[in-house]
């Protein structure tokens, strides 16, 4: 199982990116899709989950400004992310749930400029 991220790069404050994350190899069930990050130097912190029925959950500090969603037959997570900020500079991972185990991306990098 491989899931590939990608949609990092270097925004000023106050703009917007989109990560996608691609699930591939034999996973089956998923159950649910999440974001996380992991600035430098801190713990890796969950930033949103969306599930298999669709119901999307946030962490306050990016409430109101990401937007996770999913297409599930292609097995594949979103993270609109909106009003950057020089906060949300982090290297973010994709996170899969499934009945086949649980497995994580190879991250990319978000770099927010003030």
């Known amino acids: 199982v491989q899931l590939q991220a990608s949609g990092g790069g270097l925004v000023q404050a106050g703009g917007s990116l989109r990560l996608s994350c691609a699930a591939s190899?034999?996973?089956?069930?998923?159950?649910?899709m999440a974001w996380y990050r992991q600035a430098p130097g801190k713990q890796r912190e969950w930033v949103a989950t969306?599930?298999?029925?669709?119901?999307?959950i946030y962490a306050d500090s990016v409430k109101g400004r990401f937007t996770i969603s999913r297409d599930s037959p292609k097995n594949t997570v979103y993270l609109q992310m909106s009003s950057l900020k020089p906060e949300d500079t982090a290297v973010y991972y994709c996170?899969?749930?499934?009945?086949?185990?649980?497995?994580w991306g190879q991250g990319t990098q978000v770099t927010v400029s003030s």
């Open positions: 190899g034999s996973i089956f069930g998923i159950n649910s």
């Open positions: 996170a899969v749930a499934s009945s086949t185990g649980n497995y």
């Open positions: 969306v599930t298999n029925s669709g119901s999307s």
